[in-house]
């Protein structure tokens, strides 16, 4: 039994890290989806909610062939023992999946494998590329799965980020 753990912020989850989850399904048993920072919901940078990401990735993650656990995981101000934080949250794991250059340091520091992927599609599939054209009406459709479109239009994701950026920008941020 291989479990692997794929931490991310996932605001929202997008084509990118379903590729990226597709590729770890054929390598572990089972995988951890760690919801970064859990804690911030309601602005720009962070639009959605844990709940609202845990409902994101259970949908769009059904149809695969693996069993996945979401845990949400708060942000610390302490790099050095968010290793031991995550650990605290999540079921056991064997080795852990980012391309994000600090977590990769920390969980090797901490004596983790770890396994990174190439970027796929980067010039589109990003989080902050798919949050900007939902502000802007751009097409952000086709860079999610279908099943996070849904959670989207369900929450009204639209008109809140559209909302939350107005007030980022005027200075009453959320
Ligand atoms: N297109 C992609 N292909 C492969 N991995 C990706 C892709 N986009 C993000 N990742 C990786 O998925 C993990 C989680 O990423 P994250 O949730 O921050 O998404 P992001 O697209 O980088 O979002 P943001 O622009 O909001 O920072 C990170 O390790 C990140 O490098
Ligand atoms: N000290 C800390 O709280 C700490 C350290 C490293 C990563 N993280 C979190 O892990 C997540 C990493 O995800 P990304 O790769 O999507 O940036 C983010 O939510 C980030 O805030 C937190």
Redesign the pocket.
Known sequence: MLRGC??????P?????H??VEEIAEEVDELVLGI?SADQSHTT??PFTAGERIMMITKAVADLDIITYAVPLEDLNRNAVWVSHVESMSPKFDIA????PL?IRLFEEAGKEVR???????DE???????ERIRTDGDWRGLVPDAVEEVVDEIDGVGRLRQVSQSDSNGTGL
């Open positions: 794929y931490i991310g912020r996932f605001q989850y997008h084509d990118g890290h590729r990226m970064g940078h962070d999946y980012s391309n994000n977590v990174s992927s190439p970027m796929f599609r980067r599939l990003e989080g902050s590329e798919v949050r």
